[in-house]
């Protein structure tokens, strides 16, 4: 199913779960929930295209639970919708359920999971990233991917910006052996990115 290799992700604790730019059709992720036996808590966006928040609204109000993007990418949400029926998938609705605000810091995301969020902006205005430190993952959207970085041609978008988010996620010199999973394509190391991608270079 189209878009080809977007990335969501599936974190939980005990029987309690969190999904990452959640995509695709909101039946496919309950009959994943319920095969695991699952209970679904919150729902994150890295940004507000549309490959990343296309059931997010829907799931939110399935299950009762908050969906969370920055303030400056929900005028992006509906602008997507176009793109869904391309991908012929089901529209998000003009009263869809307002996210809560997603801003940088250290949140608690499940009783025994720490996550900080990282602002990211550059490929959207409201992009960011999720680092767990516990566990050295990163999650960055479609800041930067594993051979090169978020295109910067849709609304929002601006390379400048993106290129300090980039030099900023440099800065915070995270362990080399950091897991990162990207928007798109295969996951890569923060250590591997150093020595490969000619973008995330001191």
Do not use: C
């Amino acid at each position: 199913m189209p878009p080809q290799f977007t990335n969501s992700v599936l974190v939980s604790d005990d029987s309690d779960a969190v999904i990452f730019d959640a995509w695709g059709r909101v039946d496919d992720w309950q009959e994943l929930l319920d095969k695991r036996g699952l209970k679904l808590k919150a729902i994150y966006s890295t940004h507000g295209h549309s490959d990343h928040i296309s059931v997010a609204p829907e799931l939110a109000a399935r299950y009762n639970v908050p969906w969370f993007l920055n303030s400056r990418d929900v005028p992006l949400v509906l602008w997507g919708n176009p793109i869904l029926d391309f991908w012929e998938l089901p529209r998000i609705p003009n009263d869809f359920v307002q996210p809560h605000e997603l801003n940088a810091g250290r949140v608690k995301i499940l009783d025994n999971i720490d996550m900080e969020i990282i602002d990211s902006p550059g490929h959207s205005l409201g992009g960011v990233m999720f680092y767990f430190p516990e566990y050295k993952i990163l999650l960055t959207g479609d800041t930067i991917f594993r051979d090169g970085v978020g295109r910067t041609d849709l609304p929002g978008g601006d390379e400048a910006v993106l290129k300090k988010s980039i030099a900023n996620l440099l800065a915070r010199n995270l362990p080399d052996d950091t897991y990162v999973v990207h928007g798109h394509g295969d996951d890569s190391m923060i250590g591997w990115l150093k020595q490969n991608n000619p973008s995330f270079k001191g």
